[in-house]
């Protein structure tokens, strides 16, 4: 089992930057995907990024330039990094992670950005 939890979501204006954390309960080398996700209001989740238990990444079209996601093995915490924000980035944002076959999310934490 794998608990999940953000933390770093806040208001910011636009053209801010945030960096949300994800701190897992176990090793990051036993997990195979860690990924971020975001659900606007009255809005679908929409994927944002993943990064491989090897560090391979990838990003969203939407995000692509602006989001990094990053890991840190030693402290079991993977990171977004947020840029160049814009309102239509504010969401719920879910970090979430499959090992072996079973999915797992955190609780979520709001990032809200002004214009």
């Known amino acids: 089992q794998v608990q999940l939890v953000e933390s770093g979501g806040g208001l910011v204006q636009a053209g801010g930057s945030l960096r949300l954390s994800c701190l897992a309960s176990r090793s990051l080398f036993s997990i195979n995907l860690m990924s971020w996700y975001r659900q606007a209001p009255g809005k679908q989740r929409e994927w944002v990024a993943t990064?491989?238990?090897?560090?391979?990444?990838n990003h969203g079209d939407s995000v692509k330039g602006r989001f990094t996601i990053s890991k840190d093995n030693a402290k079991n915490t993977i990171y977004l990094q947020m840029n160049s924000l814009k309102p239509e980035d504010t969401a719920v944002y879910y970090c979430?992670?499959?090992?072996?076959?079973?999915?797992?999310w955190g609780q979520g934490t709001q990032v809200t950005v002004s214009s």
């Open positions: 979430a992670a499959v090992a072996g076959t079973i999915n797992y």
């Open positions: 990064i491989t238990s090897g560090g391979l990444t």
